[in-house]
């Protein structure tokens, strides 16, 4: 089944401590992004990946990072969590050319909720 | 700068009522255009897009928009709502040629039994 996955789904962590959520589609997607969700801000880009080793900020990129070493997978990091990242966070993943720009629509994974406390 | 502007955070509808969602964009050049659905505890799904030809594209479910690119405007409609139909809606705008979205704030949708 295509899908994108992600891991956990639920979070409790104190602010400080790093952690990963890990990202993985099965439909060899070039394509691959991170939104977080917050009420009545609707979903911001936090970073995404046009390809292996190729990535860019998007409009929320303060305290987090990517990375981008395999086609299915692509972790989000916060290095030092903080309360205002405490968010619902999706990971998405779509087909796309390189210098071209997406092709087609973007493929939802289930969402990690987040608390920092 | 760009954006994505839902008019209505909350709508509520009787079942058969007509719906319509407005979504405009500021957004330089070309764009495509897309409508997401997320259930209640579902991640999100697409509903509609429109890349190009005609302006007036049709989705799952029933749904419909039509891309009015001189108001810079891409409505949902759907002329009979259903109790399952209540959800979250959202409009995203890309740039043509382009990685970024933009994601409008959503649009509650409540329809009574």
């Known amino acids: 089944e295509a899908q994108v996955t992600q891991n956990p789904r639920y979070l409790i962590t104190v602010t400080g401590k790093k952690l990963t959520v890990t990202c993985s589609q099965n439909m060899n997607h070039e394509y691959m992004s991170w939104y977080r969700q917050d009420p009545g801000l609707g979903l911001r880009q936090i970073y995404y990946?046009?390809?292996?080793?190729?990535?860019d900020k998007g409009d929320v990129p303060e305290g987090y990072k990517v990375s981008r070493k395999e086609k299915r997978n692509f972790p989000l990091i916060l290095e030092s969590p903080s309360p205002n990242q405490t968010s619902l966070y999706f990971c998405a993943s779509s087909l796309s050319r390189t210098r071209g720009g997406l092709t087609d629509t973007q493929y939802f994974g289930p969402g990690t909720r987040l608390t920092v406390l | 700068a760009q954006s994505v502007s839902q008019h209505n955070h909350h709508v509520i509808l009787s079942e058969a009522a007509s719906l319509e969602l407005g979504c405009n964009y500021s957004y330089g050049g070309t764009v495509n255009l897309f409508w997401y659905v997320q259930y209640p505890g579902q991640h999100l799904q697409l509903l509609l897009k429109y890349f190009s030809g005609d302006p007036l594209v049709k989705g799952i479910k029933g749904f419909e928009a039509e891309f009015i690119k001189s108001k810079f405007s891409f409505n949902l409609r759907k002329p009979s709502v259903q109790w399952s139909d209540t959800a979250e809606y959202f409009c995203a705008v890309q740039g043509t040629g382009g990685f970024k979205t933009i994601f409008g704030a959503g649009t509650r949708l409540f329809v009574k039994a």
């Open positions: 990946s046009m390809n292996v080793e190729v990535t």
